[in-house]
């Protein structure tokens, strides 16, 4: 049997008979035009119609405490965004083709918050193209065709982005030229030797690649290995891989399109590990909303990719995208979004850490930032996962209308990853619903 690509608590539509009137008709009218590709979270939806800060609502005016959506990064419907947005949608909106001051001055403010070695970036609108696109510069580059990635990773939706994407499932074929590392796991393997063991499996998979007759072009790593279970710490544990990728002459692409834009506590995750990126890339949370992503990265690479090959994006780094974009930094400067990441989240693991105490179940409390990971065992002597018990948890706060996920190799660690605005006034209701959830969940005494 093939391994379909799992999602955690997804709606069953043979169950809606459940719902609200109003809800199963939208639902019945969702299926026929938008049908399989599109999955629904919970086994009772969530029928949203607006938001604010970190609160969503639903058509019943009822409020939910956002604490698993990174986009909306300076929270949802955020002014600032929308007076930039809405100012410029009014003025221009081109290309790049032309000669504007804004994108311009987004590059230069982006490029100042990276290391000096990476000059130059090359705007998008997905995660999954800027993906794609780095991929495609590392091949060019190198002149090579293999890439190393990790084993339960995802870096999105195009061919190229898929096939590095092992998360999909066994129905989305991972190409030849493409290698799979076990990516690090500290509750299960000793942290004071898991960069050395990390950096050895690198140099498998190299040594993989060139049996099956590809030299390495690339490594590509998410910096906080989120759909690898959010492998959180130590810090510093990827550098030694790194180092392992350059002395192949490959690159190293840290995909920051959750760890970015201050996630971990600082600009971005790669950071923690003290690494020296070839080529990074960003998304999601980069415009709020708004589609923009971009692949930052060294100027020789960009230099000769941009000489040989001909890439235009249409609306990549357009005028209104890149208000957005500067808003977005504006907001994480100027609310200090970066140290609210780190005491708020630190503040929120040592709640849910108290709240799980004594629990057998719960085998780990991580995090960096506020970027929180709980790891469910069916037996903390084993660790056998509890896929089970993280998807009633994420229930049970769906309940209490705190929305959070879960996710990782075995779907068995809880997923808390809300806007970067959540302040400590917000923490009492996410820990409280934690608490219950927890409870409600403990089947043995
Ligand atoms: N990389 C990572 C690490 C991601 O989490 C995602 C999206 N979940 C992507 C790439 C792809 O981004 P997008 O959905 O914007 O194409």
């Not at 947005?85 to 290309?95: E, I, W």
């Not at 600082?266 to 990074?280: K, N, S, T, Y």
């Not at 990782?408 to 006034?425: A, Q």
Request: proline share 6%; charged share 20%.
């Amino acid at each position: 049997m093939t391994r379909q690509m799992h999602m955690v608590n997804s709606f069953d539509p043979t169950a809606s008979e459940s719902l609200a009137p109003e809800d199963r008709a939208l639902l019945e009218r969702r299926q026929r035009v938008l049908g399989a590709p599109y999955r629904l979270f919970y086994r009772e939806p969530v029928h949203l119609v607006r938001s604010e800060g970190v609160l969503l609502y639903d058509r019943n005016g009822l409020d939910y405490l956002d604490a698993y959506n990174n986009v909306p990064v300076v929270g949802h419907s955020n002014p600032r965004v929308q007076e930039r947005v809405a100012q410029q949608l009014s003025v221009l909106n081109t290309h790049t083709r032309y000669l504007t001051d804004d994108v311009v001055d987004y590059a230069e403010r982006l490029l100042a918050l990276f290391p000096p070695h990476l000059e130059q970036v090359v705007f998008a609108c997905t995660g999954s193209e800027a993906v794609d696109l780095a991929l495609r510069i590392a091949g060019h580059t190198t002149g090579r065709t293999g890439i190393i990635a990790t084993a339960h990773a995802y870096h999105g939706t195009t061919q190229a982005a898929a096939a590095v994407s092992p998360s999909l499932g066994t129905n989305n074929p991972i190409p030849d030229n493409v290698v799979l590392v076990e990516a690090p796991d500290t509750l299960r393997h000793d942290p004071a030797t898991t960069a050395r063991e990390f950096a050895a499996r690198i140099t498998r998979g190299i040594d993989e690649l060139r049996r099956r007759g590809h030299q390495p072009a690339a490594a590509i790593v998410d910096s906080i290995l989120s759909s690898d279970g959010l492998q959180t710490d130590p810090p510093g544990m990827l550098g030694p891989a790194a180092e392992v990728v350059r002395d192949a002459g490959a690159l190293w692409i840290a995909d920051e399109v959750q760890s970015g834009f201050g996630r971990t506590g600082g600009w971005w995750g790669f950071e923690r590990h003290a690494l020296r990126p070839d080529l990074v890339v960003l998304g999601k949370p980069m415009g709020n909303g708004i589609p923009i992503s971009a692949v930052v990265g060294r100027a020789d690479l960009m230099e000769a990719f941009g000489r040989d090959v001909r890439y235009f994006n249409t609306f990549g780094g357009n005028p209104v995208s890149i208000a957005a974009a500067s808003a977005v930094l504006d907001e994480i400067t100027g609310l200090d979004l970066l140290h609210n990441a780190t005491t708020t989240g630190a503040e929120a693991a040592l709640g849910m850490s108290g709240a799980a105490a004594g629990d057998p179940g719960i085998a780990d409390v991580r995090h960096a930032g506020l970027f929180i990971a709980v790891e469910l065992v069916r037996d903390p002597e084993t660790l056998a996962p509890d896929a089970a018990r993280a998807a009633a948890i994420v229930d049970a706060m769906r309940q209490r209308r705190v929305l959070i996920s879960a996710s990782g190799r075995y779907d068995n660690v809880l997923k808390v990853r809300p806007p970067l605005t959540l302040s400590s006034n917000e923490l009492p209701r996410l820990l409280e619903a934690f608490d219950e959830s927890v409870r409600v969940t403990r089947t043995s005494p």
